[in-house]
């Protein structure tokens, strides 16, 4: 009986010896990680609301859709400068018609999306748009990448901002 309670105390040492290297041994796990880029996030939503200003002064005015399309395009390229290095997707509209601007550094690129269609345009850089109309469902295709909008009663406005930093990519849809 002597021996077994020797052997519970060396155990029971063992177990606290153990538990107290354990406990001083540390494992980390480290992750570094930018900070968002909050001037691009800013910029995303002044142009969410400068465009929503814009599409409602056609509304309330009954301007044509040519005309609502003539100020879309002109403040497009009024952010420009601030957008150059962004791509952007415009799509703007109600159930009777869509129209969408994609914007690259090169230059403003219009489509109108009908109904069940798609659409392909292809950019002086080689890279394409595809958009797609069904229903009330608008999808528009990016860099490889699905980007979905719903057309509700009224006109809409949605639009996608990319900006490519550093191996990043950020992305806002509103």
Not at 30 to 58: Q, S
């Amino acid at each position: 009986m002597v021996m077994g309670r020797k052997g519970q105390v060396f155990l029971m040492a063992t177990i606290i010896i153990v538990g107290i290297m354990l406990s001083l041994v540390r494992i980390s796990n480290k992750g570094v990680t930018r900070e968002e880029p909050e001037a691009f996030f800013d910029l995303a939503d002044e142009i969410g609301f400068e465009t929503k200003r814009v599409l409602d002064y056609g509304v309330i005015n009954s301007l044509s859709s040519n005309r609502i399309d003539d100020y879309a395009q002109r403040l497009l390229e009024n952010y420009s400068e601030l957008i150059s290095n962004e791509d952007v997707a415009f799509v703007y509209g109600n159930t009777s018609g869509v129209s969408a601007y994609y914007y690259e550094s090169v230059g403003v690129n219009a489509i109108t999306l009908s109904n069940g269609v798609s659409v392909s345009l292809n950019l002086i850089n080689g890279r394409t748009i595809n958009a797609l109309r069904t229903g009330n469902d608008i999808k528009i295709n990016i860099r490889g990448n699905d980007y979905a909008f719903n057309l509700k009663p009224g006109q809409n406005f949605y639009f996608v901002l990319i900006k490519d930093e550093e191996d990043e990519q950020f992305v806002t849809v509103k």
